[in-house]
């Protein structure tokens, strides 16, 4: 892997980190409710960002893990847009 294309799969990894915990945040502190899309959105982005980073890594338990999260999300998101 060259070191730009490394560079970008961490980056989205840390992305993810990121997104994750931001969105339990702003629920938590009622910036944002569960029926919103904008929770799915950072959820969404974070399991895809792990995902990315994971599948570079060959780190197959947490690419599964944030596959699963990712299609809740996509779920969630139809569902509060609808």
């Known amino acids: 892997m060259t070191k730009f294309k490394e560079n970008v799969t961490e980056f989205a990894g840390w992305v993810g980190v990121l997104s994750i915990p931001l969105a339990y945040a702003l629920l938590s502190f009622g910036v944002l409710g569960a029926d919103q899309a904008g929770y799915h959105i950072l959820n969404l982005i974070g399991g895809v960002g792990i995902v990315v980073d994971a599948l570079a890594d060959k780190n197959y338990q ?5 596959l699963i999260w990712a299609a809740i999300a996509v779920y969630a998101i139809v569902k509060a847009v609808v």
């Open 62 to 66: 947490p690419a599964v893990l944030n």
